[in-house]
């Protein structure tokens, strides 16, 4: 009997190379995205169910579980992939999109992970893998919101996995540093208002730092790491994925919060 996997924010990037690698590998995929139009071939390939589901309503997660086991039966591993990024000043940003952030990030996140949490436990077995980001334990300038939900997932993770594993259920941070996808065109906003002068400066070096940055990374390179920690077999938390990633988490590690952000404020000229 073949595994079943279920993938928010699976109509591109990360959580589509995610469906079709563990379709190829022949698992029952359960393809979830806020606009089911948008699955284009996926929608095609046997044992591959698309649904609708958008982490920010409640009924369509409750409807996409449904009917994920209603087809397959059993779900065997859920990967919260869906996600939004907000980068801006603080000042600047409306608290619309402060609600978007946090509702998409992490409320939405665990709102999915509860609704499958009842099936994992009646069958002792399962995992949750959380695609959080190199962003969930570094910080850079202007991304008060984006890693504030990184920050979160990472400890959401984390406390979850203490009691979950007696009960069976594996939970897997999946950590990505900069991965070649339209990210930063479908669901990455910026926002400034540059009658805030003060900002000004900070604003310009940011975007010109980002530009600069090399992406290393490619959603199937992701979807190979999500694939490692649901079949692993072992209670690995997290998984980084590219060596800029790799780089930033080894270097928080080691350097004490002063000599560490000197480093990120030279690297965008502040």
Known sequence: MSSTIVITGASSGIGRATAQMFHDKGWNVVATMRRPEDAGDLAT???VLV???DVTDSASIEQASAAALERFGTVDVLVNNAGF??????EATSTETIRRQFDTNVIGLLETTKAF???FRANRSGAIINVSSVGGRVAYPLGTLYHGTKFAVEGISEALSYELEPLGIRVKIIEPGGVATDFAGRSFTFTHDPALVEYQPIVDGV????A??????????VAEVIYSAATDGTSQLRYVYGEDAKKGVEARAALDDATFMAGIRGRFGL
Do not use: E, I, K, Q
């Open 207 to 210: 975007m010109a730092g980002f």
């Open 51 to 53: 649904g609708r589901l």
């Open 117 to 119: 949490l009842p099936h």
């Open 212 to 221: 600069g940055s090399p992406v290393g990374g490619t959603a199937g390179g």
């Open 85 to 90: 990024g907000a980068y801006g000043p603080l």
């Open 45 to 47: 390939l046997d044992n």
